[in-house]
């Protein structure tokens, strides 16, 4: 009867120890997503061959949300630009929306009329920045 026991308590680990790694319930955090922007905070003139850089507000999910990168695609003077966020893999975090202000380089290389979009969800915030 010990030796049942024995096996009982050793075939009971074993069972333990082979279906709690499961990785079919394992939540997959994507490396960085869009993080919408708020606020803008740009000059509205600048001179041709100035690199100027202003604050850009932009949104995360949760206390752990960072700034992770901006995606700029230019079409002649008018730019559309994405920032986006990333996120631990693992740990807690607080359930807040948090607003994180961020440094955002400009330089123009052409005089005139630049339209800055600057993603917000589904629509844009622009910013016209004139070069003279």
Not at 25 to 33: K, L, M, R, T
Not at 101 to 127: M, N, R, S, V, W
Request: glycine share 6%; proline share 5%.
């Amino acid at each position: 009867m010990k030796h049942l026991w024995s096996l009982l308590l050793i075939a009971g680990f074993i069972m333990t120890l082979a279906f709690s790694c499961d990785k079919r319930n394992e939540v997959i955090v994507p490396a960085d997503s869009p993080s919408p922007v708020v606020e803008v905070y740009a000059p509205s003139t600048v001179m041709l061959g100035q690199s100027i850089s202003f604050n850009v507000r932009h949104q995360v999910f949760n206390g752990c949300g960072r700034y992770s990168r901006n995606e700029v695609t230019e079409s002649g003077k008018t730019w559309h630009i994405t920032f986006y966020g990333k996120y631990p893999s693992t740990g807690a975090c607080t359930d807040i929306i948090a607003t994180l202000e961020t440094p955002f380089q400009f330089t123009p290389t052409q005089t005139g009329q630049y339209i800055l979009k600057f993603k917000q969800g589904d629509q844009y915030i622009d910013t016209i920045i004139q070069v003279n």
